[in-house]
């Protein structure tokens, strides 16, 4: 059973105990994934499925897990725009080794597992040329998240390889996911030193276009210290320049005009205060009467988030449950679903009356919220749910016809109109998606996906002890 299914049995679990996942993956780990294997791979709907789920409010998955299923998203999203596939970089992990006694072997209580340490020689492991998202989850689980971090050690051979390509010819940006300060620190920096400086050798940022950026996973301090330290540095490169001259060739001082702009970052508060300024965006750009595009930004910030703050409820655009008016009824029951004036579903919707609801039907049981501000700010209303692949999907209810039209095209008729709630002033209400607010997350990694022109991506995945914590 493969570790998306897993986690999502998990998470589904938690929610509704008496929720099953129907669906099949298999996670053949005895196929021996090797070093800069590659992969091209048609699309998956396993892993999004999952991706919905573990990233659910309150979910009680490990950083690990929500990281896996977080990446699915990014390498959906990203490998559009990178012709050569993805490149996946997994830092640390163990290799499990089934031992079975042969004698008891049906005996499954009786096999036990031997955790097999990489050492420093395979201890950074590359994928290479990934192109769609199904088979990334034996790529990238068939270690568990143990043992230290060689954050420098992956960072140096990533960085070798991204300056060895033509820049000037097609862009480089490099993503982080990392859960705490890695075990070679000076490494790591001395790394983005040298990087710098042959940047500047070969004529600045302008010719040589590449960019890292760090996103926290978790809330270790530690962590979010270290990665401020990152983010704070000017990377300064001298004139001329030795390996003796690197730790003189960075300044904290305000830089004159030479500085190599290579790295950002973002810690666990700046995730979080990022996803309450999109919320913000989000509520302004509806009352402004915006829809615009900004789609793939948001889904990638949402995967983020969700993979970084451990909840999925970021990146529901202000939820705010204390603000809930509703005067009766609720929206439990059944709704016919029309897409282009087909049906398509009948659908069973569960609202437990405190702003969230459970929506079956379809491939797979749906999770979305819903609130309603007070008489002097009704446009407070929304209503949203998380759809199959992770996207945000945002309604507009007609209290008088009993009618919810949804951003993704469908429309939804209630079968037992007078149990329907009623809210207050939300007759043709509507609300913004994260993704549709126009707000710019102001980070490297964000910027080039954004832009829609070909880059090469290569993200780098944290697979230390580090990740196996869950955050609350």
């Not at 300064?236 to 904290?252: L, Q």
């Not at 429309?411 to 609300?431: F, I, P």
Request: charged share 25%; hydrophobic share 35%; proline share 2%.
């Amino acid at each position: 059973m493969g570790f998306m299914k897993n986690a999502f049995e998990k998470i589904q679990a938690e929610l509704d105990p008496s929720a099953t996942d129907g669906s099949t993956k298999s996670a053949d780990r005895s196929s021996g994934v090797r070093s800069s294997s590659s992969s091209s791979i048609s699309s998956s709907s396993t892993s999004s499925l999952s991706m919905a789920s573990v990233m659910h409010y309150d979910s009680n998955a490990t950083r690990w897990e929500k990281a896996v299923v977080g990446v699915d998203t990014i390498v959906a999203q990203v490998s559009k725009f990178d012709p050569d596939g993805v490149d996946i970089v997994m830092v640390g992990g163990v290799t499990i080794a089934g031992v079975i006694n042969e004698e008891e072997e049906e005996d499954d209580d009786d096999s036990t597992q031997e955790l097999v340490a990489s050492d420093n020689a395979d201890a950074v492991e590359w994928h290479r040329g990934i192109k769609n998202t199904e088979g990334l989850e034996e790529l990238v689980t068939y270690k568990e998240p143990k043992g230290i971090c060689p954050l420098g050690q992956a960072m140096d051979e990533v960085c070798t390889e991204a300056l060895s390509r033509d820049l000037k010819s097609r862009p480089c940006s490099i993503l982080v996911l990392t859960a705490g300060k890695p075990d070679d620190p000076e490494l790591l920096e001395q790394t983005l030193e040298n990087t710098a400086q042959q940047i500047a050798n070969s004529g600045g940022i302008a010719l040589s276009p590449l960019s890292i950026t760090f996103i926290q996973i978790g809330n270790d301090p530690d962590a979010s210290q270290y990665l401020r330290h990152l983010g704070r540095k000017k990377y300064i490169p001298s004139s001329t320049y030795s390996m003796n001259d690197a730790e003189d060739s960075i300044s904290t001082d305000e830089d004159n005009g030479r500085t190599i702009d290579l790295v950002d970052t973002m810690s666990y508060i700046e995730i979080k205060e990022t996803m309450d300024e999109m919320g913000k965006a989000a509520k302004e750009a509806k009352k402004n009467g915006s829809n615009g595009s900004n789609g793939r930004n948001g889904a990638v910030a949402g995967a983020l988030a969700g993979a970084a703050l451990g909840i999925g409820g970021m990146y529901l655009v202000g939820k705010q449950k204390e603000k809930k008016r509703y005067t009766s009824g609720s929206w439990d029951g059944k709704w016919k679903c029309y897409y282009d004036d087909e049906e398509i579903a009948t659908l069973i919707v569960k609202d437990d009356k405190d702003g969230e609801i459970k929506i079956d039907g379809l491939i797979d049981t749906m999770h979305g919220t819903y609130s309603h501000g007070s008489d002097s700010d009704k446009d407070d209303f929304f209503i949203q749910f998380i759809d199959p692949t992770g996207e945000v999907v945002t309604g507009e209810f007609d209290e008088k016809l009993f009618i919810l039209t949804w951003s993704d095209g469908t429309r939804w008729e209630a079968l037992n109109k007078t149990s329907v709630v009623k809210y207050l002033g939300a007759a043709t209400a509507g609300a913004a998606i994260l993704g549709g607010t126009g707000y710019m997350v102001d980070k490297k990694f964000f910027n080039k996906i954004q832009s829609k022109d070909q880059c090469d991506y290569i993200i780098i995945i944290d697979r230390s002890a580090n990740m196996t914590h869950r955050d609350k």
